[in-house]
């Protein structure tokens, strides 16, 4: 029988494979840019936080191209993946603006939605915590949709899709 492994939490890449360890779903983050062009992010650091008032939050990395994009947008738009919707997760890790292959129209704020997405929240932003090499980014969800379907899993750095008992 296998015990557990101790490792050092300042150890960057064996903290990531202990925290990859946590299966997630799979979320699109999407924004307007300053000078209005549509922006996305991939992001599995996405949480609810409070029904009352309602808010959730994620999490990019300081070092991130897109963060200080993300960090200065006023409303912004999670959207929670379908199990076959790996493609489209990789292609807005790559790039930002990979909307041209997929449906997505504007909402009054000029925020990207996807339309064939399991869940969309959108928020206005509530605020900004520094957190290390990471903000966290507060939004007051505003409007939401949800529709049937399996989630997007991703657990030790791979796509997966959850299967019920």
């Known amino acids: ?6 490792i050092s939490p300042q150890d960057g890449r064996a ?3 202990a925290f990859g360890q946590f299966a997630t779903g799979v979320t699109i983050i999407t924004a307007q840019t ?3 062009d549509p922006i996305g992010i991939t992001a599995n650091s996405f949480a609810s936080v409070s029904l009352d008032p309602p808010l959730l939050m994620w999490s990019p990395a300081k070092s991130a191209g897109r963060h200080d994009v993300f960090t200065q947008a006023t409303h ?3 959207h929670v993946m379908q199990h076959d919707q790996q493609n489209i997760c990789a292609d807005f890790v790559r790039e930002g603006n990979a909307f041209e292959a997929y449906g997505w129209h504007a909402n009054a704020h000029g925020v990207p ?3 064939k997405v399991l869940a969309r929240f959108e928020c206005r932003r509530y605020g900004l915590t520094d957190a290390g090499d990471h903000t ?3 939004g007051e969800v505003q409007n939401c949709a949800i529709q049937n379907g399996a989630p997007l899993v991703f657990s030790a750095g ?3 899709s959850f299967t019920p008992n």
């Not at 029988?1 to 101790?6: H, P, V």
Request: net charge neutral; charged share 10%.
């Open 76 to 78: 912004f738009a999670v």
């Open 15 to 17: 903290l990531r494979t």
């Open 113 to 115: 939605l996807l339309d």
């Open 34 to 36: 300053q000078n209005g």
């Open 136 to 138: 966290l980014i507060l």
């Open 1 to 6: 029988m296998g015990g557990m492994t101790n």
């Open 158 to 160: 791979q796509y997966g």
